[in-house]
């Protein structure tokens, strides 16, 4: 369904990801004009269409789940706060990008239509299966992680000339604390890890009970040494998991304690 819903979505952005070799003697513009590479307008285009849908399924799932733990009087195990935490986030990429290129009105009642859809569609689709939406999000950051791997490949490759010397948004320098002479790549980079840290969430989320486990990532998500590693946690490793942030968080109090302590 991922990969039919994105080679639909390759098809309406007229994206066609063709290897190009380093010797390649065509310009920049002559591959352009042969549909064989975006443009930067193109690029953001799509960019622009994915990260206004990628913030739907967190937030219905923290709604649902919200709904729920009110309706059953019962704690979440945590699961709202990721949930949550993954549409804001998100969201600041659209914020982001929205900065380099304000949409058409027509753009704007596309991204309403399809926003319309899937959320009524994906909706319904938690509350009759919960693991089989987390595991379908997963799928779908392994193709944005894909999307931005490919657009960063093109852009170090020359192949996006009018964002090479683009500076980094202020709303991006502000949120993800880049330095000051960040460049558009940087925030690329910075989207791609979050992307993957959400494909990380949701595989691991998919592989747990959604009634009665805890989120594992309540206290702390993955970095790099885990989620770079395996494509998701299984039900005993998402356990360990907690026990570690426990243990951490225990360890900085106590170190923070005796910290105190010794001020006075």
């Not at 994206?15 to 004009?33: A, N, T």
């Not at 009759?128 to 392994?142: A, D, I, M, N, Q």
């Amino acid at each position: 369904m991922v990969r039919l819903a994105r080679s639909l979505f390759d098809l309406v952005s007229r994206y066609k990801h063709v290897h190009i070799k380093p010797d390649e003697k065509m310009s920049v513009q002559q591959l352009r004009d042969h549909g064989l590479l975006l443009d930067d307008h193109a690029w953001l285009n799509r960019i622009l269409f994915l990260e206004s849908i990628a913030g739907v399924p967190g937030m219905v799932a923290a709604t649902l789940r919200h709904l729920t733990s009110l309706r059953l009087m019962r704690r979440d195990s945590g699961w709202i706060h990721t949930c949550l935490e993954e549409a804001e986030n998100e969201r600041m990429h659209l914020m982001t990008f929205m900065t380099l290129r304000k949409p058409s009105w027509f753009f704007r009642s596309l991204v309403l239509g399809a926003q319309g859809v899937f959320y009524n569609l994906f909706f319904f689709s938690y509350i009759v299966s919960p693991k089989t939406c987390h595991r379908f999000v997963g799928y779908l950051e392994e193709e944005a992680v894909l999307t931005y791997t490919r657009c960063i490949q093109d852009l170090e490759a020359g192949r996006i000339p009018e964002w090479t010397n683009e500076a980094a948004p202020e709303i991006a320098i502000d949120y993800w604390r880049l330095p000051p002479d960040a460049k558009l790549l940087d925030v690329l980079y910075a989207v791609r890890s979050d992307e993957t840290t959400h494909r990380f969430v949701n595989h691991s989320l998919a592989n747990l009970n959604p009634s009665t486990d805890v989120n594992p990532f309540a206290l702390r998500e993955p970095d790099m040494h885990v989620k770079g590693k395996k494509i998701a946690f299984n039900r005993n490793e998402a356990e360990r998991y907690v026990k570690e942030s426990h243990t951490l968080m225990d360890k900085s109090y106590f170190a923070q304690e005796g910290s105190s302590s010794e001020k006075f």
